[in-house]
T-cell receptor
Framework: QKEVEQDPGPLSVPEGAIVSLNCTYS??????FMWYRQYSRKGPELLMY????GNKEDGRFTAQVDKSSKYISLFIRDSQPSDSATYLC????????????FGQGTTLQVKP | GAVVSQHPSRVICKSGTSVKIECRSL??????MFWYRQFPKQSLMLMAT?????????EQGVEKDKFLINHASLTLSTLTVTSAHPEDSSFYIC??????????????FGPGTRLTVL
């Protein structure tokens, strides 16, 4: 079993839709949670960073962490064609400085 | 802020040659740099972690003599793929962390280097 599970998709939505991306994990030691966006043939770009449980909002993006369920989500409101990319969740264990554990990534396509 | 660059962005080489990839943090001092490899339609796989002035820590299954990492300064790390073979063809991505005052382990990624070994 992988430490971090993420549905690879692809996920296709119409422009303007609300997108929900999710990851589950098995290790309760994970404390830091990130979402990265990666365009084709480019490096990942940090979108959201959260520590422990709770919500964080930044513009059209909202990240949620539910540690009791070992489940994290990224919501994208008013999705745009430019949001079409692969979204990677990543997390770090408490006390394990720097070592990111990535999900497989979900490919999102927003159709105009 | 938090810009990481990589050079070259793309390299094609013959089998048996060595290739050096540079990773630079442009606007912050990176106490730690990471090297990842990504195969098509797969996630990033950590190869090694390097701290400035010390030897890199390699992940299990990564040959340290084949993938030489040098982290000579707080803004530069290099990855040298020695005696490259076609199976080494991949997308190599570095990241850096150590943003002053952040108090976090946030990593910022470079744009990646696509290596093709003929």
């Amino acid at each position: 079993q992988k430490e971090v599970e993420q549905d690879p998709g692809p996920l296709s939505v119409p422009e303007g839709a609300i997108v929900s991306l999710n990851c589950t994990y098995s290790n309760s030691a994970f404390q830091y949670f990130m979402w990265y966006r990666q365009y084709s043939r480019k490096g990942p770009e940090l979108l959201m960073y959260t520590y422990s449980s709770g919500n964080k909002e930044d513009g059209r993006f909202t990240a949620q962490v539910d540690k009791s369920s070992k489940y994290i989500s990224l919501f994208i409101r008013d999705s745009q064609p430019s949001d079409s990319a692969t979204y990677l969740c990543a997390m770090i264990r408490s006390g394990n400085t720097g070592k990111l554990i990535f999900g497989q990534g979900t490919t999102l396509q927003v159709k105009p | 802020g938090a810009v990481v660059s990589q050079h070259p962005s793309r390299v094609i080489c013959k089998s048996g040659t060595s290739v050096k990839i540079e990773c630079r943090s442009l606007d912050f001092q990176a106490t730690t740099m990471f090297w990842y490899r990504q195969f098509p339609k797969q996630s990033l796989m950590l190869m090694a972690t390097s701290n400035e002035g010390s030897k890199a820590t390699y992940e299990q299954g990564v040959e340290k003599d084949k993938f030489l990492i040098n982290h000579a300064s707080l803004t530069l790390s290099t990855l040298t793929v020695t005696s490259a073979h076609p199976e080494d063809s991949s997308f190599y991505i570095c990241s850096a962390s150590g943003l002053a005052g952040s108090g976090t382990d946030t990593q910022y990624f470079g744009p990646g280097t696509r290596l093709t070994v003929l």
